[in-house]
């Protein structure tokens, strides 16, 4: 079975411009999360799907992130300005509707400079 | 909402030591508990997880019993191996029922041979 495919691996750009990534999970996989880990820090839900509607972005800052699950499958991460403090690991995570087989992607690294 | 506290690191331990690493969770009800595993250079594993109270998880030697009454769910393994150096995560559902997850902050383990 393949797993959580994410791109780019690493990213780095300049503060106040914008980046995308973007996550294939697993084939079947109705739910889909986004997670954002700061270096010495565990990992923060930015965003949860299931199929292609949101169920929590309580935490997504919707001023510069948005995210996008279009056809229920892949999705897209954007953030718009980039700031410095949003240098971080982007976690891209699916599991099956009961939440059972929870898999995680290997990320995407940003750098903001 | 539900939070998790787990012991600070580094941790360092000599080949063949006990391990311990605290972890305390608050939550409304009771959300299925995780430990994550991550690996220098790899994606957060899955190591063990359980979702009712008293319930143990077990893998590779590592064990965590869901302590309702001290809302704990310590991480032990008898005998540590140098293979076992990496950063582990504590997690807990996000709300009662939500497949989210809520991170601890991790702690380092290196382990000397």
């Known amino acids: 079975e393949a797993g959580v495919a994410q791109s780019p691996r690493y990213k780095i750009i300049e503060k106040r411009q914008s980046v995308a990534f973007w996550c294939n999970p697993i084939?079947?996989?109705?739910?889909l999360y986004w997670y954002q880990q700061i270096l010495g820090q565990g990992p923060k839900l930015l965003i949860q799907?299931?199929?292609?509607?949101?169920?929590?972005d309580s935490q997504l800052p919707k001023d510069r992130f948005s995210a996008e699950r279009l056809k229920g499958v892949d999705s897209t991460l954007k953030i718009q300005p980039a700031k410095l403090e949003d240098s971080a690991v982007y976690l891209c995570a699916s599991s099956p509707l009961q939440g059972v087989g929870y898999t995680f992607g290997s990320g995407t690294r940003l750098t903001v400079v | 909402g539900n939070s998790v506290t787990q012991m600070e690191g580094p941790v360092t331990l000599s080949e063949e030591a006990f391990l311990t690493i605290n972890c305390t969770y608050t939550?409304?009800?009771?959300?299925?508990l995780f430990w994550y595993v991550q690996y220098p250079g790899e994606g957060l594993q899955l190591l063990l997880k359980?979702?009712?109270?008293?319930d143990k998880g077990s893998n590779k030697g590592f064990e965590a019993t869901y302590r309702k009454e001290t809302t704990s769910f310590h991480l032990e393994k008898g005998s540590v191996q140098v293979s076992d150096s990496a950063v582990y995560f504590c997690?807990?559902?996000?709300?009662?029922?939500?497949?989210?997850?809520?991170f601890g902050k991790g702690t380092t383990l290196s382990v000397s041979s």
């Open positions: 359980a979702t009712k109270a008293d």
């Open positions: 939550a409304t009800g009771y959300p299925s």
């Open positions: 084939s079947g996989h109705a739910t």
């Open positions: 799907f299931q199929n292609n509607g949101v169920v929590d």
């Open positions: 997690a807990c559902g996000k709300g009662q029922a939500g497949t989210a997850l809520i």
